[in-house]
């Protein structure tokens, strides 16, 4: 199992994407946070945006989707070029339904979790994700503090994986730095998302590979 880097374009400069993704060709994906200013109180970019994105992009794109009803609209970001989408377990009404469309259509399924939300009613239902996102922040706006209560959570989603025998990845989303990363890592997480520890070096793709050397050595 390899630790992989997904920057998050939040921290972007959005009048700039076209080059800020260029920043990040290094990267394994490009991690993008869809809003709607009702599942959180922010509000990012839409469908008609995302799909531009995908075309431009010189990696893969995560989609994850802050949305209410994603099982209404969370195809549709398959459908636009998405690698991986990722919805929220909060919202969606029938999340095995959901990942299976997500899958038919040609897109890994994810499903994501509040800090507070537990992982246990997912861990019977692995064999129907591809990824299970646990939040290290409350979702919504980048730049928070890594929450070290989330680092057990991630643990017992790596232990259930790892008895179950299935390819899951565990990703991991907010305060991912350079100080936070090994923590992560140890724990059980393989997918990592940072926004300003990426898009606040001076040097994109050198920050990026420091983070994934600090996140291979503690990988289990």
Do not use: C
Request: charged share 25%.
């Amino acid at each position: 199992m390899s630790a992989l880097i997904a920057p998050s374009i939040l921290s972007a400069d959005f009048m700039n994407l076209e080059s800020e993704l260029r920043r990040i060709a290094d990267a394994d994906f490009a991690h993008v946070d869809v809003m709607d200013n009702h599942f959180v109180p922010n509000l990012t970019l839409g469908l008609p945006v995302f799909e531009r994105l995908t075309k431009v992009s010189p990696v893969p794109v995560d989609a994850h989707l802050m949305i209410e009803d994603p099982d209404r609209w969370a195809p549709a970001y398959a459908e636009a070029g998405a690698a991986s989408v990722t919805f929220h377990a909060e919202a969606a009404r029938a999340p095995v339904r959901l990942a299976r469309e997500l899958r038919r259509l040609g897109s890994r399924a994810g499903v994501a979790l509040r800090p507070a939300t537990p992982v246990e009613p997912f861990l019977d239902l692995l064999a129907e994700v591809d990824m299970i996102l646990v939040m290290t922040v409350e979702p919504g706006f980048g730049g928070q503090s890594f929450i070290e209560g989330t680092l057990p959570k991630i643990r017992r989603a790596r232990r259930a994986i790892g008895e179950s025998g299935l390819d899951v990845w565990v990703q991991v989303d907010g305060g991912i730095s350079r100080d936070t990363i090994d923590r992560a890592a140890d724990a059980g997480a393989n997918v990592f998302v940072a926004g300003s520890a990426v898009y606040g070096a001076d040097d994109a793709s050198a920050e990026i590979a420091t983070l994934r050397d600090l996140a291979s050595v503690h990988l289990h």
